[in-house]
């Protein structure tokens, strides 16, 4: 197994409020890695800084081997390789699921052919398997502002698969969704990743479902990582802890 | 307090208006006859001018479509420098206060404008309709660039997606609906607007009913009316179905 992330001494404040303290993390490729954590935690900060998306942090990180710059978004064909699923879904809402999807292919297509529609055979192919492995082909023609809220994360899943990416990192992948629905909606995207050999790191309020899903927790409170366990050795009290205890409390900096 | 001098205001600027205006009450009753008269005179229309109308509506279509043609090339441009989030704020600001300088002035005065700058015809009016038009529409585009949601651009950038794929698979989807509906609908409104801009000698059909209602004419000025409200309801008609179509 080879390292997927590597993020040492990661420090980060929006207008002077601290919102990542001191974050030492790295993650094997092929692993699926739960942040957990409270409102204002920092999950979302830290998914969005190993996207390269995030600016003006310190320390270093290095994503699929790659080193991120705290200034400078990274190349096209970098952002590509990691996937990113968005809480809200964040789908072209006029458009159908099927160019939803080959959305995802665009930071593997040449880009011009691309403005102009034109797309190569194995684009659509990609698009058409991921559409099957996903369930979503009977939709492939409907617009994606038709479809029901899960059915708009299945899109947003297949979109993320599409980009052939070596790691996926998922913000709240199924916060907008029932419990039952939640539960489909992981287990298609921890187990399409898996059969992938795709990194997964998703964050979420419910510990539950990060407990049936995750190899590996992470407790993330007031920006700073609490435990860092394998699903299994987190306990119920370490869980209730982390969203209802005293960070300074003794006993519950647990870091691997 | 301010309720009352709110009261005060409206109650005074309605007293000022009735009793200053030279409204005579008694020119109501000789109205009546002459109104008649009128509508009689305007019966049965003359409808052996039907190839000057087609000359007039045909006039007033080219007006109309080349007057949105070039309002829309402007207005992309000026849009483009009146939208928040692409400009800066002092470009955006000065572009906006320009935009509803010329949104203020009335279409019928710069009509009368074009036609002392370069004589009779339909020219005069594709250059006031394109003026007017594009004060509108530049800041029609501009909202709609504005309100194009942020997450799925994001989205794409993040997939990897250059800026001018977001361009086009991001940005261009969530605007285009709107574009496209407020370019028609301005159409429309040059369409109406163009119909009278005759009367000012800028060209198409209200040419025609203003030479004829001076000279007289009524059934034939009748002619070009019913011509005139056929293309209205028609043209309503075609908006309504688009508009249908991009939502």
């Keep these: 197994m080879t390292t ?7 420090s980060h404040d929006f207008n002077g409020e601290v919102s990542l303290s001191d974050i030492n993390l790295s993650m094997e490729s092929g692993e699926c890695l739960a942040l957990i954590g409270p409102s204002g935690a920092g999950k979302s900060t830290l998914l969005t800084l190993l996207d ?9 990180a290095s994503v699929l081997k790659k080193t991120l710059d705290a200034n400078k978004p990274p190349q096209r064909n970098t952002r590509a390789d990691t996937g ?41 192919m990609i698009v058409g398997s991921i559409l099957r492995d996903t369930n979503l082909a009977e939709l492939a023609d409907r617009r994606v502002d038709q479809l029901s809220g899960g059915q708009r994360q299945r899109v947003a ?4 698969l599409a980009q052939e990416p070596k790691l996926i ?21 921890t187990g399409e990743a898996r059969k992938r050999g795709i990194g997964v790191v998703f964050t979420s309020h419910q510990p539950e479902l990060s407990q049936r899903f995750a190899d590996r927790i992470v407790g993330l409170r007031d920006g700073r990582i609490q435990f860092d366990q394998p699903t299994h050795e987190v306990s119920e009290g370490t869980i209730e802890k982390l969203y209802f205890g005293s960070s300074t409390e003794p006993g519950l900096r647990v870091v691997k | 307090m301010h309720r009352t001098v709110t009261w005060l205001v409206v109650v005074g600027a309605i007293a000022w208006a009735a009793l200053t205006a030279d409204v005579e009450m008694a020119k109501f009753a000789k109205a009546g006859p002459r109104l008649w008269d009128f509508l009689s005179r305007m019966v049965p229309p003359d409808f052996t001018i039907w190839q000057d109308m087609l000359r007039g509506l045909a006039e007033t279509l080219q007006i109309a479509i080349l007057g949105t043609l070039f309002a829309v090339i402007l207005s992309v441009f000026f849009g483009v420098l009146a939208s928040e989030t692409l ?71 993040s997939a990897g997606a250059s800026r001018q794929q ?8 969530q605007m285009a609906p709107v574009i496209l509906r407020d ?58 179905y688009l508009k249908k179509r991009v939502t």
């Design chain 1, 4 to 10: 997927a992330l590597t993020l040492s001494g990661i």
């Design chain 1, 52 to 60: 390269g998306r995030l600016k003006g942090w310190s320390g270093t």
């Design chain 1, 84 to 124: 990113f699923i968005f809480q809200d879904f964040a789908l072209v809402d006029r458009l159908t699921t099927y160019q939803n999807v080959m959305n995802g292919r665009l930071g593997r297509t040449k880009n011009w052919a691309s403005v102009f529609g034109h797309f190569s055979t194995q684009d659509h």
């Design chain 1, 157 to 160: 899943i297949a979109r993320c």
């Design chain 1, 169 to 189: 990192l998922a913000d709240e992948p199924v916060s907008n969704l029932d419990p039952a629905l939640a539960e489909k909606v992981l287990q298609l995207l």
């Design chain 2, 87 to 157: 400009m800066q704020p002092y470009i955006w600001r000065s572009t906006r206060a320009l935009l509803a300088a010329i949104r203020a002035i009335p279409l019928i005065l710069v009509a009368m404008l074009m036609v002392g700058a370069v004589g009779l015809g339909p020219l005069p009016g594709i250059l006031a309709i394109t003026f007017h038009a594009t004060g509108m529409l530049s800041k029609f585009y501009a909202e709609a660039i504005d309100n194009v949601a942020a997450g799925p651009i994001t989205a794409l950038q």
């Design chain 2, 166 to 173: 977001q361009l086009r698979y991001g940005i261009w989807p």
């Design chain 2, 183 to 240: 370019t028609v609908f301005r159409f429309e409104l040059n369409l109406r607007e163009s119909l009278v801009l005759g009367v000012v000698g800028a060209g198409g059909i209200g040419l025609y009913i203003q030479t004829y209602v001076r000279s007289f004419q009524y059934e034939k000025a009748a002619t070009a009316t019913l011509t005139v409200i056929i293309l209205v309801l028609l043209s309503e008609l075609a908006n309504g």
